[in-house]
């Protein structure tokens, strides 16, 4: 069965500081990963999505990267963080074989992660 | 216009009642709909899935999609204090050859004993 993995589960860090945050999914090959954010009382934001390895989408201009050295990991990374920056930080995966028409596959969330940027 | 709509709330429903809840979306070549529940301080869970027109039934949840009137609801039976959460509209759409989740603010449920 598939399971994603991602760590630190919380995180405090100082305006100005950096970040990176790491995520792995395992029982898949292919997947769309993607980098969500949910600031306090606010919607799930789209932040990133990769479709492969060195494939990277941004969805809003920000001051945060992500990257995907292999198939199955995902990092956001920030050289700087900003106060705004904290929030709830969720990596999800769909399937992305398309030759098994998977287009309809429901999206999978890791358990996230919390960041309070002080 | 925002791409998937949803009422914030609270919606406050007794227990055993029916709760309704409900999303629209802009986006008519959408493909997929999606319900999450979350726990406050948890990541969303997916607790339903429909991709054609009608209903769909899964236990105390029946989900009911109307791509005419772009318009996605959940019903959820007999509400236990449990089924207190916010519930995620997500809607799917291929762009670009990649598949866009794109998540309404939630609604939150709050299951009165």
């Known amino acids: 069965s598939q399971t994603i993995h991602q760590w630190p589960a919380t995180l405090v860090q100082p305006v100005g500081s950096p970040l990176s945050l790491e995520c792995t999914v395992e029982?898949?090959?292919?997947?769309?990963l993607y980098w969500y954010r949910q600031a306090a009382g606010r919607g799930l934001q789209l932040l990133f999505y990769?479709?492969?390895?060195?494939?990277i989408s941004s969805e809003v201009p920000q001051n945060l990267s992500a990257s995907r050295p292999q198939d199955r990991q995902f990092i956001l990374s920030s050289k700087k963080l900003l106060l705004s920056d904290s929030g709830f930080y969720l990596c999800?995966?769909?399937?992305?074989?398309?030759?098994?028409?998977?287009?309809?596959?429901?999206?999978?969330f890791g358990n996230g992660t919390r960041l309070t940027v002080t | 216009q925002k791409e998937v709509e949803q009422n914030s709330g609270p919606l406050s429903v007794p227990e055993g009642a029916i709760a309704s809840l409900n999303c629209t979306y802009s986006?008519?070549?959408?493909?997929?709909f999606f319900w999450y529940r979350q726990y406050s301080g948890k990541s969303p869970e997916l607790i339903m899935s429909?991709?054609?027109?009608g209903d769909k039934e899964d236990g105390r949840f029946t989900a009911q999609l109307n791509k005419a009137s772009q318009y996605v609801s959940l019903l959820i039976r007999d509400s236990q204090p449990s089924d207190s959460a916010t519930y995620l509209c997500?809607?799917?759409?291929?762009?670009?050859?990649?598949?866009?989740?794109?998540f309404g603010i939630g609604t939150k449920l709050q299951v009165i004993p």
């Open positions: 999800a995966w769909i399937n992305g074989d398309r030759g098994r028409g998977s287009y309809n596959s429901p999206l999978h």
């Open positions: 029982g898949t090959s292919n997947p769309n």
């Open positions: 990769s479709v492969g390895i060195g494939q």
């Open positions: 986006d008519r070549g959408s493909q997929s």
């Open positions: 429909i991709y054609s027109n």
């Open positions: 997500a809607v799917n759409m291929n762009s670009g050859g990649y598949q866009k989740v794109t």
